[in-house]
């Protein structure tokens, strides 16, 4: 590769930034370059972010698209990486509008709509013989029927990234039918049933559909809120998700990074496919810790540049909240720095602190404000 590499990442206000820079900055010679809409980011502050812009909020795709010209200009750029789904899609939607040809690998438009939404993503694999939930869409402008589902059931939107957000679980269809009755729902809804199992993932780097590096992470330490980003994981090798996951990225010709979420069905022994996140993901570290560095690999590939396909190590994982759900419960691990700094986040904080004090310093300011904000009066009859 070459000696200095200069990269833009032009959806820097995404909360992924700060996995991907603790990637990056691994590497010498890379220059880390960051758009984003918000002028006021903790991440900002960060010691291996070479340069920073702040470009006022657009609806205009078109205007963010001049802005990512003006940068790649001004600053020499080298590869245009986008992290996030919004950038992600814009820039497939428009990429003959850049000046240059400077894109790191993106699939298709059509390949990555399927990926995003969770209704178009269970046809495709329903399509394609991949194992997925028994699933169902209910529309906002259709009247509600429930086919014959088994329960328990989940409630999720099809559009919405990740994270957790809006996913509800139901055991009996008068409490599910209650849900749809009551709610005006922004997004489509889709019903799924919910799989007895544990949760797997696998992570994935493709070119044309071909896998190009990946690991796989089974759960073990789940969020109080099980929808949510897991706490903790372990790297695995497993034959059946590999072979699962390489069919499904066949299937969809897939170009660049995505996270695939499964679970394991005890009733089937299946794998069964949940959802893709088509972009990088909040476990970037766990990777890195591994053995993969994800965004490296995305630059590499992007550059044409050869590389073998990397090994991992089968290692538990920990992220910063699961760390101390740790210690909490066994207060010696305080003490085991090895564990600490090879198997948890804590040594990308302790390179790059001052993003992490910031983000946490307005997260706590905010908790006094409200806590102590005065109480409106009610007005005396």
Known sequence: MRKNLSILIPDGESQLLIYVINSLSQIKGIKIYVMANIAFLPIRFSRFIHHFSYYPRTDNSLDWITNINFEIEKHKIDLVMP??????????KYKE????????????????????????????????????????????????????????????????SGGGDGIFIFFHKEALNDFIEKNEFKYDQMIQEYVEGYDIGCSVLCES???????????????????????????????????TIEKLMQSLNWNGVAHIDLKFDKAT????????????????????IAGVNFPYLNCLMSLNEPFELPKYNYIPYYNLKGTVKRIIKNKSLIFNYGFIMKNTQVK??????????????????????????????????
């Not at 209910?138 to 029927?145: A, G, I, V």
């Not at 022994?269 to 890195?288: C, M, Q, Y």
Request: hydrophobic share 45%; charged share 25%.
């Open 97 to 160: 509008k850049l000046d240059s040809d400077k894109l790191c690998f993106l699939p298709a438009f059509k390949d990555f709509r399927i990926a995003r939404n969770k209704w178009l993503l269970a046809e495709h694999l329903v399509e394609h013989d991949i194992p997925v939930p028994k699933s169902f869409l209910y529309s906002t402008d259709m009247l509600f029927k429930i086919p014959q589902f088994k329960f328990p059931v989940i409630v999720k939107p099809t559009e919405v």
């Open 209 to 243: 559909g071909k896998i190009k590096a990946y690991t796989i992470q089974k759960a073990i330490m789940l969020n109080s809120n099980p929808f949510k980003p897991l706490l903790g994981v372990e790297f695995v090798n497993n034959e059946g998700v590999y072979s």
């Open 348 to 381: 990308y904080i302790i390179k790059d602190p001052i993003p992490v004090v910031l983000k946490y310093g307005i997260f706590f300011k905010n908790i006094l404000k409200s806590k102590f904000r005065p109480k409106s009066k009610l007005p005396m009859a």
């Open 83 to 92: 992290i996030f789904e919004n950038g992600i899609e814009t820039l497939i």
């Open 269 to 288: 022994h299946t794998f069964k496919v949940i959802e893709i996140n088509p972009r990088f993901w909040g476990s970037l570290d766990a990777s890195l």
